[in-house]
């Protein structure tokens, strides 16, 4: 997370973070590295924990309330009933994530103003990133990922994702030997029709079969070619005219070459060090 946080420039001096905590298990681990990092970190940040309870019958907030409360977080609750908006809107084989995201993200951003924040930490981790390249490639014809930090439209809003390096497998080591008290996802988790399910099912199949591959697709991520891309916009905005060989005959990478190191230890692990 560290590396991350260097490598985007995610903290400054004086920063504010909404930590949006879901009840799950990797926002449980952004918010728990958060305060701890805040404690011994070179530069001043304090964190706040913010859960959206969205009107899920029988929703357990209180789990996290008390967890929130004991370890003298500071934490706020807010109530908005999207789920009669998302069951309302999307039909029951559809899936629901969309729609609940997004307004999930909108009031995140309005209560970051409202509190004074000047960041928002969503707990995607390196798993979500290579997924949502791997959706975006087969079902939108995009070369895109996860921005591991952006700013909102109006402009007033900068979302980081702390853990986009961070193997999925290993916070859910952490969030086991924290013993966190996960709250399920009763809406978009109970569905099984997912295209997200299915393409994370495809890249455990595929690191099962080649170790690594996960790491690698987050090494490309890192490790860009324009040259070798089709986008004649980005050819333009480079100014480039032609590509050139990288060593083969016919400019391809070796499969058995080792990924390219693209989490170096940043200045703020050498401070914390």
Not at 25 to 51: C, Q, T
Not at 111 to 122: F, H, P
Not at 160 to 174: D, M, S, V
């Amino acid at each position: 997370m560290g590396r991350a946080i260097t490598d985007f420039d995610m903290i400054a001096d004086g920063d504010r973070i909404l930590c949006a905590v879901s009840g799950g298990k990797d926002s449980y681990a952004m918010h728990a590295l958060l305060v701890d990092l805040a404690r011994r970190a070179p530069v001043g940040f304090s964190v706040i924990a913010v859960n959206i309870d969205q009107g899920h019958p029988g929703y357990p907030g209180h789990l996290l309330t008390d967890y929130m409360a004991a370890g003298g977080h500071e934490f706020r609750m807010i109530s908005e009933d999207t789920y009669s908006i998302v069951t309302e809107k999307i039909p029951e084989n559809k899936t629901y994530c969309s729609l609940c995201s997004r307004l999930r993200r909108g009031i995140l951003y309005r209560i970051a103003r409202e509190l004074g924040c000047s960041k928002i930490a969503l707990g995607h981790h390196r798993d979500d990133a290579v997924t949502t390249l791997l959706l975006n490639l087969i079902f939108a014809g995009q070369l895109k990922s996860m921005p591991p930090k952006l700013i909102s439209d109006a402009g007033d809003n900068v979302v980081i994702r702390p853990l986009i390096y961070c193997a999925e497998a290993e916070l859910a080591a952490f969030a086991a030997e924290e013993r966190f008290p996960i709250i399920p996802c009763d809406l978009c988790g109970s569905q099984d029709n997912l295209q997200r399910k299915a393409v994370s099912r495809l890249l455990a199949e595929l690191d099962a079969r080649h170790p690594g591959a996960r790491q690698n697709m987050l090494a490309a991520l890192g490790n860009v070619r324009p040259s070798h891309l089709f986008d004649t916009g980005l050819w333009k905005r480079l100014g480039l005219e032609v590509a050139r060989e990288e060593g083969g005959a016919r400019g391809e990478a070796s499969v058995d070459a080792p990924a390219p190191d693209v989490l170096p230890v940043g200045n703020l692990l050498r401070n914390l060090a």
